[in-house]
């Protein structure tokens, strides 16, 4: 069964840092791209973050530049978003996703909630 786990998600206060995780299992994982998406409160899911299959390619939502950073151990099956600097308006439920684009499968997300 082809699934993705997100975990790692919590309270933080602004200007600190949390790092998400996802977990990959049932396919192979080093042939796709992953991309980290947000959904905020009555706004409509975002893309935060995406990787290629080998890591040599990323790319960020302008809002998240240089605060976040998105990386992958193909050993491990997981993909990973380190979140520093965190603002309130980074708060969201945050969905791991298979695809560079068109999303294919979607985690079940994790919430994280930056208090000012």
């Known amino acids: 069964q082809e699934q993705l786990v997100e975990s790692g998600g919590g309270l933080v206060q602004s200007g600190g840092s949390l790092t998400l995780s996802c977990t990959a299992s049932?396919?192979?994982?080093?042939?796709?791209?992953m991309s980290w998406y947000r959904e905020a409160p009555g706004k409509e899911r975002e893309l935060v973050a995406q990787?290629?299959?080998?890591?040599?390619?990323?790319n960020y939502v302008e809002s998240v530049k240089g605060r976040f950073t998105i990386s992958r151990d193909n050993t491990k099956n997981t993909v990973a978003l380190q979140m520093d600097n965190v603002k309130p308006e980074d708060t969201a439920v945050y969905y791991c996703?298979?695809?560079?684009?068109?999303?294919?499968?979607w985690g079940q997300g994790t919430q994280v909630t930056v208090s000012s």
């Open positions: 049932g396919f192979s994982f080093n042939r796709d791209g």
């Open positions: 990787i290629s299959h080998d890591a040599r390619e990323v």
């Open positions: 996703g298979r695809k560079w684009n068109e999303i294919d499968l």
